[in-house]
């Protein structure tokens, strides 16, 4: 199976616009098959973006997704993270290695600089075009990283995606950072689509839902991939999970939706600090 509707990089590169996220996943060892067979059945679904990095339970995650992909590897959009403090050139190739060893495979398809530190991102700029060079990785992108951050890049590039943090109750980025994004046609890579669970309780999520005969977690995704150029990275705990999310790609709001959902969630009336999770 595919997933029909794609998200295009600056390079071309076409991708679909619902993946996989990793965050806490591998940090359990009673709980490793399901999730293996979570993400498994997610490249079935069509999922093939997999998000992980190298903070997550320490690598943990990085050789979860390893174990995962083994024998599939063609089949996976793959997405790692380098932390700031190792996001100077020597750093930063360093812990590549180190994820590429924990992953099982010679290349990282998109690598993203985790969130702001100390280090210029000019060097970290110069540190991923090495590693695209060598071959280590097919490109390279930025995480949480705001519109003053974008505006400090070296001239004349830009990354492939910004992920950040972004769905109904995390507006923000839509007063400024998206905009910015579109004019450099830059994709948003959406993490924590449904707020780690919190949204689902929400009255008027589950009313709009329930007039869908969908759950809450498929409107709040429905909602994030409304936008033709964002593309979610929910994670899921189960098979059952994983295909819930899928099948949110076929849920279409109505207008009246969106209006109701905007009266709940309203849009950002000004400019908003860049929310981290």
Same mark, same amino acid.
Request: aromatic fraction near 4%; glycine fraction near 8%; include cysteine.
């Given at each position: 199976?595919?997933?029909?509707?794609?998200?295009?990089?600056?390079?071309?590169?076409?991708?679909?616009?619902?993946? &996989?996220?990793?965050?806490?996943?591998?940090?359990?060892?009673?709980?490793?098959?399901?999730? %293996?067979?979570?993400?498994?059945?997610?490249?079935?679904?069509?999922?093939?973006?997999?998000?992980?990095?190298?903070?997550?339970?320490?690598?943990?995650?990085?050789?979860?997704?390893?174990?995962? !992909?083994?024998?599939? /590897?063609?089949?996976?959009?793959?997405?790692?993270?380098?932390?700031?403090?190792?996001?100077?050139?020597?750093?930063?190739?360093?812990?590549?290695?180190?994820?590429?060893?924990?992953?099982?495979?010679?290349?990282?398809?998109?690598?993203?600089?985790?969130? /702001?530190?100390?280090?210029?991102?000019?060097?970290?700029?110069?540190?991923?075009?090495?590693?695209?060079?060598?071959?280590? #990785?097919?490109?390279?992108?930025?995480?949480?990283?705001?519109?003053?951050?974008?505006?400090?890049?070296?001239?004349?590039? *830009?990354?492939?995606?910004? &992920?950040?943090?972004?769905?109904?109750?995390?507006?923000?980025?839509?007063?400024?950072?998206?905009?910015?994004?579109?004019?450099?046609?830059?994709?948003? !890579?959406?993490?924590?689509?449904?707020?780690?669970?919190?949204?689902?309780?929400? *009255?008027?999520?589950?009313?709009?839902?329930?007039?869908?005969?969908?759950?809450?977690?498929?409107?709040?995704?429905?909602?994030?991939? *409304? &936008?033709?150029?964002? #593309?979610? %990275?929910?994670?899921?705990?189960?098979?059952?999970?994983?295909?819930?999310?899928?099948?949110?790609?076929?849920? *279409?709001?109505?207008?009246?939706?969106?209006?109701?959902?905007?009266?709940?969630?309203?849009?950002?009336?000004?400019? &908003?600090?860049?929310?981290?999770?």
């Amino acid at each position: 199976m595919t997933v029909d509707r794609t998200v295009t990089f600056p390079s071309g590169k076409k991708v679909p616009a619902l993946g &996989q996220g990793t965050w806490r996943m591998g940090d359990d060892p009673a709980r490793r098959s399901e999730e %293996i067979a979570t993400l498994r059945r997610g490249l079935d679904l069509g999922m093939t973006v997999i998000d992980t990095a190298e903070m997550y339970g320490s690598g943990a995650a990085e050789e979860l997704v390893g174990e995962a !992909m083994r024998g599939r /590897r063609d089949d996976v959009f793959l997405v790692s993270k380098v932390l700031p403090s190792n996001a100077d050139r020597k750093g930063t190739a360093d812990a590549c290695r180190a994820s590429l060893r924990r992953l099982g495979t010679d290349r990282i398809d998109l690598y993203l600089l985790h969130w /702001r530190g100390s280090v210029p991102l000019h060097e970290t700029v110069e540190a991923m075009e090495a590693l695209v060079s060598d071959g280590s #990785i097919g490109a390279w992108g930025v995480s949480n990283l705001d519109v003053g951050d974008l505006a400090e890049l070296p001239d004349g590039v *830009r990354p492939e995606t910004d &992920q950040v943090l972004y769905n109904l109750a995390r507006r923000g980025p839509e007063y400024d950072l998206f905009p910015r994004c579109r004019e450099l046609a830059v994709p948003i !890579m959406a993490y924590s689509p449904v707020e780690q669970g919190r949204l689902l309780g929400h *009255r008027t999520l589950s009313a709009v839902a329930a007039g869908h005969g969908a759950s809450p977690a498929q409107v709040a995704l429905a909602w994030v991939l *409304r &936008q033709d150029d964002v #593309i979610a %990275i929910p994670k899921a705990s189960t098979t059952a999970h994983v295909e819930e999310n899928r099948a949110a790609l076929d849920l *279409r709001l109505t207008d009246d939706d969106l209006r109701t959902l905007d009266e709940a969630f309203p849009p950002p009336p000004r400019r &908003q600090p860049l929310d981290i999770l």
